[in-house]
């Protein structure tokens, strides 16, 4: 029986349900202690599990009576595993707490948005992934979300192509190595298109105009690259 009661424990979170544990568990506790014949005892023990179930429950009353919402947040890499080192921001501002398996935000009432929509953010630089969730903060005070990081693919490349002769290249086509998407560079041999990256990235370009031909790997971003096309 105590196995099945720890078990069931290991899954409560919610303080209400907390509470309520606390208080079958010292109607337990109480009732095995009365048995052995030691009912000061069985009272400290179930003194004690009160208390202690109950104090999740008024630090809930507590928040909510304050308008504080207590905000959770477990982020998940591409392979669903938890990810401890992410950067973690909320579009109201607070600063977060690193938690067992998360992190923590307190929003207060002043800085809830008026229809409660937070958007929750989060990152790992340097494997370039990223990621987002939004949440509406309502009647329940301690919400759990979780954000799912994918690869950052946002940032674009720019740049020019030009010769040997440092003379701009107009009509050459650009593209990033393994992609399908292919810009043409205008009079003035500039150029814009998807990275397939993120900012600071390092990607393979290549340009072409007729045998004259460039490849090489740049950073994409918003810093300007140059490629110079060349004979073979």
Do not use: C
Not at 11 to 35: K, Q, S
Not at 126 to 132: K, P, Q, V, Y
Not at 153 to 179: I, N
């Amino acid at each position: 029986m105590q196995e099945k009661a720890l078990e069931l424990a290991s899954h409560i979170t919610h303080p209400v349900t907390v509470a309520a544990f606390a208080l079958v568990f010292a109607a337990f506790a109480l009732r095995l202690a009365l048995r052995a014949r030691k009912p000061q005892l069985a009272w400290i023990l179930a003194a004690a599990i009160i208390v202690l179930g109950l104090a999740p429950l008024g630090a809930s009353t507590f928040l909510q009576s304050r308008g504080v919402y207590r905000v959770r947040v477990v982020v998940l890499g591409p392979d669903q595993s938890p990810i401890e080192d992410a950067h973690v921001t909320s579009s109201t501002g607070e600063k977060p707490k690193k938690v067992e398996s998360g992190w923590e935000f307190d929003i207060p009432p002043q800085t809830r948005p008026a229809d409660g929509k937070v958007v929750l953010f989060a990152s790992v630089k340097n494997a370039f992934l990223t990621g987002s969730s939004t949440l509406v903060l309502a009647q329940d005070y301690y919400p759990t979300t979780t954000i799912q990081l994918t690869a950052d693919t946002s940032a674009m490349l720019r740049g020019v192509v030009v010769d040997e002769h440092r003379r701009s290249v107009a009509g050459a086509t650009v593209s990033v190595v393994g992609y399908t998407d292919v810009a043409t560079t205008d009079n003035m041999g500039n150029f814009v298109l998807p990275a397939h990256a993120a900012e600071g990235q390092i990607v393979q370009v290549r340009a072409q105009k007729g045998q004259l031909v460039a490849s090489t790997s740049v950073p994409a971003g918003r810093v300007p690259v140059e490629l110079v096309v060349k004979r073979p």
